[in-house]
């Protein structure tokens, strides 16, 4: 990151990351992604644990993005995005969880925010005092720390008019919670001015603490809307209650195996006795 990114960040809790992917990388996720849709058509694909929390569902197994293979597996450290987030994170980071929204001009969406610094987001947010801690945001001897942080990928241009992401911008450091008024917008017209729409195209990232106060807002959009989002935490922290198993995907490189590791202390724990992650890899094998 450089000064600008470094200094945008800081005082918005988001940033921008143009032309992350090329035309290339676009296509074969989207290729990917519709071949999954003509099988199954769902709004929601991937890993997240913010969708159909009960008894019946598979919690503990929820199907990952990255059994579609290809660039999603590429997705997990990308070189246009890796340096972001070790700025962001540290050197020891993980992937916690993924996803991918797909929105229509029929999809029904009303703005929730959520989200908040301090735990600022109140006791009814997703993210907020009732996450156990894992979405935080500080700055301290010219460093960053944060828990959980989101990588947007958007596979279409989506105006700010359109809809999509938005967000409080400095309310990843609030002290104050969020009013219960701003919380719910039901169409643009009921957005707060608070509120700032972020517009972005095909091939860019969005990269977010999730201590912001953000969401997506009502679509007006003729065309749609698909963004990919892969998230993560310090290697120590959680966030989703299921893991990765690097051994369902081959071809992994030693830092994409560490970074799909379960958490805990020691990065994916390739000290304390257990040998290199390539022996474990092949140990296993």
Known sequence: MNEHERYFFDING?????????????????DRLEK?????????YGSDRTVGLSVSTE???????????????????????APYLESLLGVDYRLDHDYLAVITPDTPRRLY?????????GEKDIVGTTDGGQCYFRYHDGRFFNGLVAVAFELDDVSSDDGGFACIPGS???????????????????????VTKV??????AIIFTEALS????????????????????????????CFYNYRNYPGLTDNQI??????????????GGWGSIRERQVQDE
């Open 14 to 30: 988001y940033l921008i990351v143009r032309n992350c992917l090329t035309k290339s990388q676009i296509g074969d996720l989207s």
């Open 113 to 121: 925010l959520h989200g908040g610094g301090q735990g600022a987001g």
């Open 59 to 81: 919690e503990w197994t929820a199907p990952s993005l990255l059994e579609w293979g290809g660039m999603y597996l590429d997705l997990v450290d990308i070189p246009t995005i």
């Open 172 to 194: 990843h450091k609030a002290n104050i919670p969020l009013p219960e008024d701003l919380r719910q917008s039901a169409s643009q017209d009921d957005l707060s001015s608070m």
């Open 258 to 271: 560490k970074m799909l590791n379960p958490p805990g202390a020691f990065g994916g724990n390739q000290r």
């Open 199 to 204: 517009g972005v195209s095909s091939g860019d």
């Open 36 to 44: 999954q849709r003509r099988q199954e058509s769902k709004d929601v």
């Open 214 to 241: 953000h969401g997506t807002v009502p679509w007006t959009g003729t065309g749609e809307r698909r963004t990919i989002f892969y998230k993560y935490t310090p290697h120590a922290v959680a966030w989703g209650p």
